[in-house]
């Protein structure tokens, strides 16, 4: 067995009391539901109620996703998670040239209000929780799904869930960025605030260090350059004028499970512990609901071979384990056939049969943080938060996760950390059951879940319908309303909501903020 963890961090073969010896359990462990938060963030936990069973889903059109929705709904999910297409989180219609090609592939393109309608036709918005992994569209998104809800009776103050809306980790891990970072924070801090207004059981922002993760982070790695991200949004709030304690209840995380259970449980629980110290003791929050770290997990795709792929399975339910260990308040497990294709229908289901299995056919449920105490668990928490810790403050003296950023220092890191798991992998002293070791010359056969090509004809002959049925004037009239509010400082969504209910396109919205902000140009150090 590997003498060091996923970090690098001294993984012994026996633990003992030596190793808590001089451990602090007052401040480091307290009780579940209390500051630091090191064993949740609730006291009940699980045992009051499981955490939300989520399947991230949405490919082809709305009509295609709105039927994979009421089927998970059906099965028993109990919150939505949607994956959007390139064009869609890049601000682009799918009529326009740089969306040939894709869309439809990784997510569902949704390219006005009438693509969201479909979306959620026969779902009511008012009973499920909602996720939406978009970061650089966030707001245009988000105000298309408020508008749907009140066209169906639902009003703002009655949806919860979740906007990614983190745009920071776009310039470092994933590269679905559109505006330079300022212009990009000064969009998410006016979320905030029409979220505190408007919808206010809403997650503003779900931090993400999930796709950090997929590019080769550590779990040290992943903590700590998510932790910073967040540090630079609750700064860039501050600045534009809010209390702490008004927008940071709101705030939401997202990270990655993988198979390394040990340390992923120490990772969450170092996680929430590091966040409820910032935040007091950082930014001076009074709110306990200020300093709890929430956050969903996403088992690990970057984990999943082509190479029998039934094997995919033990690896998801293992790192949904350690997901559920760890504390997390809402999962996704993925399917089994995710690193060939979509998933299909009844490998989606099987992802959730996964949770369902964890939830109400193990013992996982009955007692909160059962690590907790452990030698091996709390000596691993301390040396993740004491490095993660480290890390972060290297990223304070280079002066914030924007500065670090613009001289690729997170991008490096991660890049070193990726390429280092390559070569372990490569040679052989990293095993992957069935791509480096116990292989099989068997070639499995799954029908891979495909997008008809046409939709792009579909969705373009749509827009075009859109744009000859409706008062093209009053459009552009309220598009230059954006342009104007973009160069000044007044809340850019309520202008953005008053032209996309006159249905102006995503498209054309994310111009209108382009041709004031343009677009970010990254250095040879990215």
């Not at 960025?177 to 503003?204: G, M």
């Not at 299995?357 to 996982?364: I, N, Q, S």
């Amino acid at each position: 067995m590997s003498g060091s963890t996923e970090s690098g961090l001294p993984l012994n073969p026996v633990y003992g009391p030596e190793a808590l010896a001089e451990w602090d359990e007052s401040a480091q462990l307290g009780v579940p539901g209390e500051y630091p938060f090191t064993r949740g963030v609730y006291a009940s936990m699980y045992t009051g109620r499981p955490w939300t069973m989520r399947q991230y889903a949405g490919f082809g059109t709305a009509v295609e996703s709105n039927e994979r929705y009421r089927q998970l709904l059906n099965a028993g999910t109990t919150g939505l998670s949607v994956a959007f297409d390139l064009p869609t989180q890049m601000g682009y219609d799918s009529d326009h040239p740089l969306a040939h090609g894709e869309v439809g592939k990784v997510g569902v393109a949704i390219d006005s209000i009438v693509d969201m309608r479909i979306l959620f036709d026969g779902i009511a918005l008012d009973e499920v929780s909602t996720s939406m992994t978009i970061n650089s569209t966030a707001a245009v998104l988000l105000l298309l799904y408020q508008l749907v809800a009140e066209e169906k009776g639902v009003s703002a103050d009655q949806l919860s869930g979740t906007i990614q809306n983190d745009v920071l980790k776009e310039y470092i891990a994933r590269g679905t960025y559109i505006y330079p970072p300022a212009q990009s924070l000064r969009l998410i801090t006016d979320i905030f605030t029409y979220c505190r207004n408007e919808i206010p059981k809403w997650n503003t922002i779900s931090i993400s260090g999930y796709h950090m993760a997929e590019a080769g982070a550590t779990p040290v790695q992943e903590i700590a350059f998510t932790l910073a991200d967040g540090i630079e949004y609750v700064k860039a709030a501050v600045a534009s004028g809010q209390d702490v304690d008004e927008f940071a209840p709101r705030l939401a995380f997202f990270f990655v499970s993988r198979t390394t259970i040990l340390e992923e449980v120490a990772k969450f629980r170092a996680a929430r512990r590091m966040w409820a110290k910032i935040m007091r003791e950082r930014f001076g929050a009074k709110d306990p609901k200020s300093w709890m770290l929430r956050f969903h997990t996403q088992t690990a795709g970057v984990q999943l071979t082509a190479q029998q792929p039934e094997v995919n399975m033990v690896r998801v339910a293992v790192q949904g384990l350690a997901a559920v260990l760890g504390g997390t308040q809402s999962l996704h497990t993925n399917s089994f056939d995710e690193a060939m294709a979509l998933p299909s229908e009844k490998a989606a289901r099987l992802a959730l049969r996964t949770q369902q299995v964890l939830a109400y056919e193990t013992d996982v449920c009955a007692t909160v943080d059962p690590f907790a105490g452990s030698y091996v668990m709390e000596s691993l928490t301390d040396e993740i938060e004491t490095a993660a810790t480290a890390l972060i403050a290297r990223i304070d003296d280079m002066g914030g996760a924007v500065a670090a950023i613009e001289q690729g220092f997170q991008k490096a890191e991660i890049e070193r950390s990726a390429y280092d798991i390559a070569l372990q992998i490569d040679s052989g002293t990293r095993v992957v059951v069935g791509l480096n070791k116990f292989t099989t010359d068997d070639k499995e056969h799954y029908p891979p879940l495909r997008v008809n090509p046409a939709i792009e004809e579909e969705q373009s002959a749509r827009l075009a319908t859109l744009r000859a049925g409706r008062d093209n004037g009053e459009v552009e009239r309220l598009l230059s309303v954006i342009r104007e509010t973009a160069i000044g400082d007044a809340n850019l969504l309520y202008p953005m909501r008053d032209a996309l209910k006159a249905l102006a396109t995503v498209g054309e919205v994310s111009d209108a903020l382009r041709d004031v902000w343009g677009l970010f140009e990254p250095t040879d150090r990215f």
